[in-house]
């Protein structure tokens, strides 16, 4: 049983260069999430997914696109990489009632754009 | 929403007893409170979630008084291996992100 599993862990990009992430969860749980954390600061909701085939934009969903064809997978993609976008990126999923057992967050993905 | 305020940073030693405040005065009826416990390269990890009065775990304690504007995260004799930052949110125990909100961490730091 593997969780949230992201990839890549780590990527480099050149700015205006494109890329994807992907979050994959086999705990069959109906909401995911991806989030940026930068130095210092907290976590910043991106977009979320509260079913396959549904997306929704969070608090800093610009410069992002996401998709969730699938249940089990929830894509995150860099159109055309910034510098501002150089961050620490987590998925994160949950069951629809969520009220005892919280978040479950993936490992990361170390984001740098030169 | 609810504003989140915790402090920045804490030391401690190990075999002590750490309380993290947080306040959360916007705090709405619906609402519960989560904790989440983060360590450098990893994704946080939900430690507890309660609504009122005091919760507790093999992990923690949490305690709300009666009125919710804040909550304490008691952590029972530490070790160097909680050196981590604390998280607190607070949001529909049901989901729903536009009404999850992390603040900004706690950094506890504890020493031999």
């Known amino acids: 049983n593997a969780g949230v599993t992201q990839t890549p862990k780590f990527r480099v990009l050149k700015t205006g260069q494109s890329m994807t992430l992907l979050c994959a969860q086999d705990?069959?749980?109906?909401?995911m999430y991806w989030y940026r954390q930068d130095p210092g600061m907290g976590l910043r909701l991106i977009h979320y997914?509260?079913?396959?085939?549904?997306?929704a934009k969070g608090e800093v969903p610009d410069g992002y696109n996401v998709s969730r064809l699938k249940k089990q997978n929830f894509l995150l993609g860099l159109e055309s990489a910034a510098p501002s976008q150089t961050s620490v990126y987590f998925c994160?999923?949950?069951?629809?009632?969520?009220?005892?057992?919280?978040?479950?967050f993936g490992s990361g993905t170390r984001l740098t754009v030169v | 929403l609810a504003k989140i305020t915790q402090p920045i940073s804490m030391d401690s030693y190990e075999g002590q007893e750490v309380n993290i405040t947080c306040s959360h005065n916007?705090?709405?009826?619906?609402?519960?409170i989560t904790w989440y416990q983060q360590f450098p390269s990893q994704g946080p990890r939900f430690i507890i979630q309660?609504?009122?009065t005091k919760v507790t775990n093999e992990v923690a304690s949490l305690f709300i008084p009666a009125d919710r504007k804040s909550s304490t995260l008691s952590l029972p004799r530490v070790s160097l291996s909680d050196t981590a930052v604390y998280y607190c949110l607070v949001g529909e125990g049901s989901g729903g992100y536009n009404k999850l909100i992390f603040g900004a961490g706690t950094r506890l730091a504890v020493h031999p």
């Open positions: 309660g609504y009122k």
């Open positions: 997914s509260v079913g396959e085939g549904t997306t």
């Open positions: 916007n705090i709405a009826t619906n609402d519960y």
């Open positions: 705990m069959n749980h109906e909401y």
């Open positions: 994160a999923t949950h069951r629809a009632q969520s009220r005892v057992y919280g978040y479950t």
